[in-house]
Nanobody, 123 residues
Framework: QVQLVESGGGLVPPGGSLRLTCAAS????????VAWFRQAPGKEREFVIA????????YYADSAKDRFTISRDNAKNTVYLQMNSLKPEDTAVYYC????????????????WGQGTQVTVSS
């Protein structure tokens, strides 16, 4: 029902910034919770940040609270992740995911996933 495509990843030095984009298709997109997850090699997939359908409620992992911002433009079926003050430990594949239900942190709660975009923080 919903298809998601991430873009905007790349190589950035420590302290730099990136903006990731999640482009969605689906007529009920505005009702979906959208979250960003990340996964580094050899590690479990980790919740980062999420936003409710209307865009007024946000949920954060501790690693994201001071440096990352999530927003959405439902008219464009798009969610953004602004990442500032990036650190080497932020290096991972970043995925956006959508769920029609109530917010949850667990990856298994999300029905729809993008293909991922690589973020590498290195000097």
């Amino acid at each position: 029902q919903v298809q998601l495509v991430e873009s905007g990843g790349g190589l950035v030095p420590p302290g730099g910034s990136l903006r990731l984009t999640c482009a969605a298709s689906g007529r009920t997109f505005s009702s979906y919770v959208v979250a960003w997850f990340r996964q580094a090699p050899g590690k479990e997939r980790e919740f980062v940040i999420a936003i409710n359908g209307g865009g007024g409620i946000r949920y954060y992992a501790d690693s994201a609270k001071d440096r990352f911002t999530i927003s959405r433009d439902n008219a464009k079926n798009t969610v953004y992740l602004q990442m500032n003050s990036l650190k080497p430990e932020d290096t991972a594949v970043y995925y956006c995911a959508a769920s029609p239900g109530m917010f949850q942190r667990a990856p298994v709660a999300y029905d729809y996933w993008g293909q991922g975009t690589q973020v590498t923080v290195s000097s």
